[in-house]
């Protein structure tokens, strides 16, 4: 049988507690904390923390995408994408929180014409949507409520989901930055990945 180059990591990290991960999420959290107490954060603190709080929750998301490509070449991260999901999700939240606090101060009337006036927060809003239940069925009790096949399923959601995160993120920037292509560029990899691995049909309904 051929040694996996990824064996000695893999062998570490079954010893590594799924928990840890929660602890590396809160990571972004104390960057930005740091960066707005040191007026590093931007000339506009509130831009800066919804924009810090959005990235970190894509780049989380396209981690959680990355579990299974890397599995393929042999680095085995599976035991850790529930909890990759769940931080995600977490910054997804506290991103769309932001904004309606320190933004928008709770002022729905303007909240309300935002939405119809940016389209990009609609789109935000619609992955922040489609994350949801994901999220909430992210349990075992929820496999076997749902039956592994039909969570499966619902769980790829996550793919419409992400590619609506890269459209807001590139309509917030508004400017085709490299940081905006390469996420773009990170995300069409990922799922031409599973297109190519998978084919359509599986892709979808597997």
């Known amino acids: ?39 590093r954060i931007g000339v506009d603190p509130v831009r800066g923390i919804e924009w810090s709080l959005g990235l ?42 932001s904004w309606l606090t320190i933004d928008m101060g709770l002022r729905w009337g303007q909240i309300l014409a935002d939405l119809y006036k940016r389209w990009y927060i609609l789109i935000g809003m619609s992955a922040l949507i489609l994350l949801l239940p994901l999220a909430l069925t992210s349990n075992a009790a929820a496999i076997r409520l749902l039956g592994s096949q039909a969570w499966s399923r619902l769980h790829k959601l996550v793919y419409p989901a992400a590619i609506l995160a890269v459209l807001h993120y590139s309509m917030v920037g508004k400017v085709y930055t490299t940081e905006m292509l390469t996420y773009a560029a990170i995300l069409a990899g990922l799922l031409g990945w599973r297109l190519v691995k998978l084919g359509p049909k599986r892709l979808v309904l597997a």
């Open 56 to 97: 970190w929750a894509l780049r989380w998301l396209l981690a959680s995408l990355a579990v299974t490509p890397l599995r393929w070449i042999g680095l085995n991260l599976i035991r850790f994408r529930r909890q990759i999901g769940l931080v995600a999700f977490g910054l997804v939240l506290l991103h769309f929180a």
């Open 1 to 39: 049988m051929a040694r996996n180059l990824f064996d000695p990591v893999n062998k570490a990290l079954r010893r590594v507690p799924t928990w840890s991960v929660y602890l590396l999420g809160l990571l972004p959290l104390g960057w930005i904390s740091y960066e707005t107490l040191t007026g």
